[in-house]
């Protein structure tokens, strides 16, 4: 049937939590009523990006773009726009400063700055249905891969694409592949493939939002990468917290077996491949590639030495080549385009060897203190300056950037310095923090940086498995450490001891988390060393944070007795009458900064 229009309504995560899927309803309803069904239909999609703004939804091919809608708003939304023709301007997306709403999808910064390549169907498909990624090409690649190419011929083909694991360790693709394959072919048994998709870092949601918008990206990748190594079994490998993904995974695989284009027979060929769900409980050490081997075999997830590598021994000890959501959902493209397509986006020349760049996008959850958060896909090579500023729209309220924590909680914190430095996998390395699976975490003038590398240090502890005295004993005695600091008990000492358990832990830990957890610590002891002092030799927290290192008071000169303050506070530690200077009680101060929050008159003073 063909519709005038359709209704393009976020399902993904973020906006099924502010009411999206009540709001299809909604629509549905309000269409039907109108006798408007045989004319436009609603499609709910997956994770459209633009998180802070949801629910969301877009009207092609109008192209209109509108947010922060409620139920309430669906009668005035089908009555003016789709029965008239009159879009809504009270609904569409305004800048935060811009005069006048922005009413196309192509027009709005955070959307025509992005490169879509991973979620190049984002916004355009229902991820429960086979049919809508058929008609965007899907599987085009996978028929290729089966009937024209050798799995040499599409191993070379990755290789010289340049693509590397977006999964954290930026390691070429290609180069992976072709070990595996080797690896099986020399010990005469059959390999398996592995998608990562136990995505745990704080602030990161890029693999769940691509596996509930386009789950067969990544199960086309999967089968290609299959026919490339010889392998007839594959695994995905997805958190528990991650329900709605997991339910989209399941049917798009039962979907995909009932096309031919999953287990025996592939595409009418001697091709045989399945896939397998596993669900893991959570642990972010599991992301580790030799800890998750352990776990999908049913064993604790602890890590193994690095010197046996999972494509030679990994999962029951055969050959296993393991890559995460973004790589899979990658392969496709660069199997029907040519790997000259690929590697003509990025940075540096991956002609010669994949090392000596960073070729493709990358896909990266941009949150914190910045005005547009959500789902991002840019060139790599792209400025910082040009995801913050550019597609997220700068810092709210005004106030200035003071650093941006890449790669996750074993990461670092970049400053105002490196805004122009290019994003690749490289040039963060070489800053001190790392790529990782694509988190980016902003934060303004008002975080402390010290408390900071406490609470990535404080999850790491939680999130170590224990396996290793250098990690289980340098992440428990880091955070007392940084702990007392902030509570304003810090010594003489404990920014070299910090700095002398950072080095130990590089060097001695068993796993990558271990190696690259004093990350968070020694980035900011790099770039904010003078913050560290201040807390150690002034008892003094420069930003404001540390409770035990702040005072508030009020300017009696300043205050005008408007009673802001005291309708802020919970404790009752502010009285005064209307009109007349207040007076704060600090026994009953909790430090909250309410006040502060409430003041119009700067009369509430920190210090």
């Known amino acids: ?20 899927f009540d709001l299809g309803a909604a629509l549905e309803r309000e269409i039907a009523s109108r ?14 990006g633009f998180c802070a703004e949801g629910p969301v939804l877009v009207v092609q091919p109008d192209e209109v773009f509108y947010c922060g809608l409620k139920t309430s708003d669906v009668a ?91 999964g954290g360790g930026g390691f070429p693709t290609g180069v992976k592949w072709a070990t595996c394959r080797q690896a099986a072919l020399h010990r005469g048994v059959e390999p398996v493939i592995v998608c990562n998709a136990d995505e745990g870092d704080p602030g990161a949601f890029m693999d769940r939002s691509i596996i509930e918008s386009d789950p067969h990206a990544v199960i086309e990748g999967m089968a290609i990468g299959a026919r490339a190594i010889g392998a007839r079994q594959g695994f995905v490998y997805i958190r528990h917290e991650y329900p709605i993904a997991r339910e989209r995974l399941a049917k798009a695989l039962d979907q995909a077996r009932d096309y031919g284009l999953l287990g025996r027979g592939i595409l009418g060929t001697k091709f045989d491949f399945d896939i397998s769900v596993v669900q893991g409980a959570g642990a972010f050490v599991c992301g580790e590639s030799t800890a998750l081997m352990a776990s999908l075999e049913g064993k604790a997830g602890e890590p193994r030495a690095k010197y046996i ?86 810092i709210p309220r005004g106030r200035a950037f003071k650093a941006v924590q890449t790669g996750g909680p074993s990461g670092g914190c970049l400053p105002a310095t490196h805004l122009d430095m290019p994003v690749d996998f490289d040039s963060l390395t070489a800053a001190g923090s790392m790529m990782g699976s694509g988190g980016m975490i902003v934060m303004d003038d008002q975080t402390c940086m010290v408390d900071v590398a406490r609470y990535f240090i404080a999850f790491l502890t939680e999130e170590s498995c224990g396996k290793c005295i250098p990690c289980r004993e340098g992440l428990r005695c880091s955070l007392d450490v940084l702990t007392r600091i902030t509570e304003g008990k810090g010594e003489e000492g404990d920014i070299a001891l910090l700095e002398e358990m950072g080095a130990v832990m590089q060097d001695a830990c068993l796993c990558a988390l271990g190696s690259s957890a004093p990350n968070p610590v ?9 913050e560290y002092e201040a807390h150690v030799r002034e008892r003094r927290c420069p930003a404001g944070v540390c409770k035990a290192l702040i ?43 309410a006040c502060l929050d409430a003041c119009k008159r700067n009369a509430v003073l920190r210090a």
Not at 37 to 46: C, K, W, Y
Not at 129 to 156: M, Q
Not at 160 to 166: E, M, P, T
């Open 1 to 20: 049937m063909a519709f005038r229009s359709h209704v393009l309504v976020c399902a993904g995560t973020g906006c099924v939590s502010c009411g999206s």
């Open 35 to 48: 006798g408007l069904a045989d004319e436009i239909q609603v499609v709910r999609t997956g994770c459209q």
């Open 76 to 166: 005035t939304l089908v009555e003016e726009h789709l029965l008239k023709g009159r879009p809504v301007r009270k609904l569409m997306y305004t800048p935060p400063s811009a005069p006048a709403p922005v009413p196309k999808l192509s027009q709005i910064p955070f959307f025509a700055k992005q490169k879509l390549v991973v979620l190049r169907n984002r916004g355009l498909v229902d991820p429960e249905r086979i049919d809508d990624y058929i008609a965007r090409d899907g599987y085009e690649a996978l028929a290729k891969a089966v009937t024209e190419l050798t799995p040499e011929e599409i191993i070379r083909e990755i290789k010289l694409s340049g693509l590397r694991g977006r």
């Open 309 to 394: 590598h999972t494509v030679e021994y990994g999962y029951k000890n055969l050959p296993t080549n393991l890559n995460n959501v973004e790589t899979w959902a990658n392969v496709p493209l660069i199997i029907s385009r040519g790997a000259a397509w690929f590697a003509s986006m990025g940075s540096g020349d991956v002609s010669e060897n994949p090392w000596n760049g960073s070729s493709g996008t990358k896909v990266f959850s941009l949150v914190g203190k910045v005005n547009n958060t959500g789902l991002i896909e840019v060139p790599m090579g792209i400025t910082l300056r040009e995801i913050i500023f550019g597609i997220g729209g700068g």
């Open 522 to 530: 020694m980035s900011t002891l790099r770039y904010f060393r003078d």
């Open 551 to 593: 005072t508030y008071t009020i300017d009696q000169a300043l205050c005008d007795g408007c009673h802001a303050c005291v309708t802020a506070c919970s404790t009752g530690a502010i009285t005064g009458q209307v009109k007349y200077p207040h007076q704060l009680n600090q026994s009953l101060c909790i430090k909250c900064g």
